[in-house]
Structures are given as structure tokens and as C-alpha cells.
């Protein structure tokens, strides 16, 4: 899904100016969710890294030890793909650097401070969530894939020729588009289905509002924030203020 997200990024710019001088409107919010997505994915395989660390070092090593190295590995992982995604991205289009390394790295900064976090409370071996890490880093599917079909549908909206035959469509697909980056940001913030309801129904119809071009980097940002606390709330109930376990 992030690859998916960042090809069209920078395969559907929306070109202006003379055949001289061309410059591109880009949707920075696509760039914003597509480095989220591939620090989530890169996280989820934290503990496949740990794994695979454990069978080439010394047995000596704490398993805690092992996970918390790759959890580290693995969010520097998604730092570097994000990165690549910026220079790339700079190349590409032929603009400074700084506005795709600024939409590409500050979203994930809360995301990989959280992973930091939890890769010491694994290091030190301090506590064990409950269900093992890979439960606890295992970010919602549902969200990923509902965010990143809204975001596609997003981009698409804003760049397709609007011809007078498509203009519903295109403008149909904005609108859902909005729908849906909606209800995968609620996905992300809350897990109860009733919760997901209330808070989805009015999300979903501000975000479709909010599509167009002023907008796009503030709708990636959105749900940017909304994964960013998903990690934080895993970290604060899950490692640091765990529920205590009732009373027999």
C-alpha cells in the first residue's frame, strides 16, 4: 500500500506553467501517509528482525535484548525508506528536497519516539505486554487499508481530466474518497465498534468535505496524528500503565 501510494504521488503530479518552466501541485498528504504506512509496516516486522537477530547471535543475549535491537532496526528501517521516498521524490519532480523530506519524516517522528520507547522497555526487559510484542505491534489492517484506498481515490480526484462526461464520477470519488480516510482514521484512534460508529460518522463527512487541493497535506496529516496516537496509546496501556489483572 505504501509503494502503491507513493508511485502515484509522483506519477500524477498536476503540472503548471510554460513549456520552459513547469512546476508540480503536489498532494503531500499521499507523501505523508504513504511514510506512515511503511513505518507501520516495517514495525510489524519487528519481531520477525528479532527473530532472525536471535538465530545469529550469542545465546548469551536476552531475549529482551534481541527484540528491543529489532524493534530499533525496524523503525530505522521505516526512517529510511520514508527518506528515500523524499529523495526521490526531490529527483523526480526536479524540486528542493526539503518539502519531501519535511512531509515524509515529521509525520512519523511520534511513531518511531513510541518504538524507541518500547524498544528500551524491551531491552531492559522491564515488562512483557500481554499477548508478546507481536500482538502489541500489530497496527489495525482494517485502518491501513481503508486510509489508503481514500487517499488513492483522493489523489485521483484531484488530478483526472475532468472531461463532462466524468466530472460526477471524479466528483463522486473525492467525496468518498473523504469517506474513507475518515473512517480509517477513527479505525486507527478507537477499537470498540459503538465508538467507531459515533465518531466515524461525523469524521467521514468532515473529511470528504475538506477534499480538494488547499486541504490535501492537512487531510494526510489527520491521520497521520491518528496513528501516532494509536502508537502512544499502545504504549502507555499496554507497557507503562498496564490494567491490572482482576481480582479472583
Request: no cysteine; aromatic share 8%.
Amino acid at each position: 500500500m505504501s509503494l502503491g501510494l507513493v508511485s502515484q504521488f509522483l506519477l500524477t503530479p498536476q503540472w503548471n506553467g510554460s513549456y520552459l518552466y513547469k512546476w508540480a501541485l503536489l498532494n503531500w498528504g499521499e507523501l505523508a501517509v504513504a511514510a506512515v504506512f511503511a513505518v507501520i509496516a516495517s514495525l510489524g516486522a519487528g519481531t520477525v528482525l528479532a527473530s532472525t537477530i536471535a538465530a545469529r547471535t550469542n545465546p548469551a543475549v536476552s531475549p529482551g535484548s534481541q527484540t528491543g535491537t529489532g524493534i530499533l532496526a525496524s523503525a530505522s528501517l521505516g526512517v529510511a525508506v520514508s527518506g528515500m521516498y523524499a529523495v526521490v521524490g526531490g529527483l523526480y519532480i526536479g524540486d528542493p528536497a526539503g518539502g519531501f523530506l519535511r512531509w515524509a519524516l515529521l509525520p512519523i517522528a511520534p511513531i518511531v519516539a513510541a518504538a524507541a520507547v518500547m524498544a528500551l522497555v524491551a531491552a531492559r526487559q522491564w515488562r512483557t505486554p500481554p499477548g508478546g510484542w507481536s500482538q502489541l505491534l500489530a497496527f489495525p489492517t482494517g485502518s491501513v487499508v481503508t486510509a489508503g484506498l481514500g487517499m488513492m481515490l483522493i489523489q485521483y480526484s484531484l488530478t483526472a481530466d475532468r472531461w463532462p462526461h466524468m466530472v460526477l464520477w471524479i466528483d463522486l470519488a473525492s467525496r468518498l474518497g473523504g469517506l474513507l480516510l475518515g473512517v480509517g482514521t477513527v479505525m486507527a484512534v478507537v477499537s470498540q465498534p459503538i465508538l467507531r460508529l459515533i465518531l466515524g460518522a461525523p469524521l467521514a463527512v468532515i473529511t470528504a468535505a475538506l477534499v480538494g487541493w488547499p486541504a490535501s497535506g492537512i487531510l494526510g496529516a489527520i491521520y497521520a496524528i491518528a496513528v501516532a496516537a494509536w502508537w502512544l496509546r499502545q504504549l502507555w496501556t499496554r507497557l507503562l500503565r498496564p490494567a491490572a489483572p482482576p481480582a479472583r
